[in-house]
């Protein structure tokens, strides 16, 4: 199973089971990853599923969410400042569920995420390393990493002429493939694959889908509100596969976040400052349905 970002903002902290913790100094491990503060601080969920627990803990996490998935999964969700879901609520992936904080045992406003191939308990016996699970081609891959997106770049190498088992292991074959492939384009040779190798790797994909149109084309259509409602309608509508057009959403939500954060546009609609009506609001605001859903939910959130 792949899963979203769940937050803008860069890694701050990654899964490291030997990690010296930052409050007690002492080797503990950590069983997830950090993502910083940002001026947009919404957490959205990373894959559809349903609440379990939505709640707040004295110590260590805080404010924090689990969410149960399809396969039995679960994503963890910790420090949050507020929390706007409920348990039993089902959400789908990329709906809104927090603001990031720094509740519990934390030093400052961040996220912090984990992924269980199971039920969530505190032995931490089936957790993974979220790298290797989401999604997302800022966040870089690099040796030691495993992982679905390992093997999607273990495909994509062999698609090029390489030669490598495709077991999701970010090993040393997988380090030695892609140092070649960074220095055959005059890529920084480190061995990591990082934005700039990922675009190389898969710039024909991600720059021209199919039907010919660009992803940022296509997203500035969505926005502008050429496609309808619902993703479903809206992919259809496009004439994509949905591999593409999780590549439109992510770009819609990066473009209809840049200027203002969830919290801003909430203060502005609670201050009249764009008018009466859901419609009105949402086209002076100038956002994706998805972008206004949030600030509808953290308006309600504010005025209960």
């Not at 199973?1 to 030997?18: A, D, E, Q, V, W």
């Not at 930052?22 to 997830?32: A, D, E, F, V």
């Not at 030695?176 to 990591?192: H, P, R, S, Y």
Request: net charge positive; charged share 20%.
């Amino acid at each position: 199973m792949l899963f979203i970002k769940p937050c803008t903002g860069r890694i701050t902290s990654h899964f490291n089971l030997k990690r010296k913790h930052p409050i007690t100094g002492k080797i503990t491990p950590h069983w997830g990853t950090d993502f910083g503060n940002h001026n947009d601080n919404t957490i959205v969920a990373a894959q559809s599923g349903t609440i379990r627990i939505a709640s707040h803990s004295n110590t260590g996490f805080g404010n924090y969410v689990i969410i149960t998935h399809s396969n039995g999964w679960e994503t963890v969700y910790a420090h949050l400042k507020s929390i706007a879901v409920k348990v039993g609520q089902k959400v789908k992936k990329g709906q809104y569920i927090g603001v990031k904080g720094t509740t519990g045992n934390s030093t400052g406003v961040h996220l912090h995420f984990e992924i269980s191939k199971g039920r969530w308990t505190n032995s931490y016996s089936k957790h993974v390393n979220p790298v290797g699970y989401i999604d997302n081609s800022s966040i870089a891959l690099f040796r030691g990493i495993v992982g679905p997106r390992v093997g999607n770049l273990q495909s994509k190498l062999n698609s090029i002429g390489y030669k490598l088992t495709v077991d999701n292991s970010f090993g040393p074959a997988v380090e030695k493939a892609v140092k070649d492939f960074q220095k055959k384009n005059k890529l920084t040779v480190d061995g990591g694959v990082g934005p700039a190798t990922f675009e190389k790797l898969g710039k024909i994909n991600i720059e021209k889908p199919s039907i010919g149109k660009s992803i940022t084309q296509m997203a500035q259509e969505i926005i502008a509100g050429k496609h309808g409602t619902g993703h479903e309608n809206r992919r259809k509508s496009l004439g994509i596969s949905k591999g593409d057009y999780e590549k439109v959403r992510e770009v819609v939500n990066q473009l209809t976040n840049v200027s203002k954060s969830v919290q801003r546009m909430a203060d502005e609609v609670i201050a009249g400052k764009h008018g009466a009506g859901h419609a009105q609001r949402r086209k002076s605001l100038q956002v994706s349905a998805e972008t206004y859903a949030k600030v509808r939910a953290e308006v309600n959130r504010r005025l209960r």
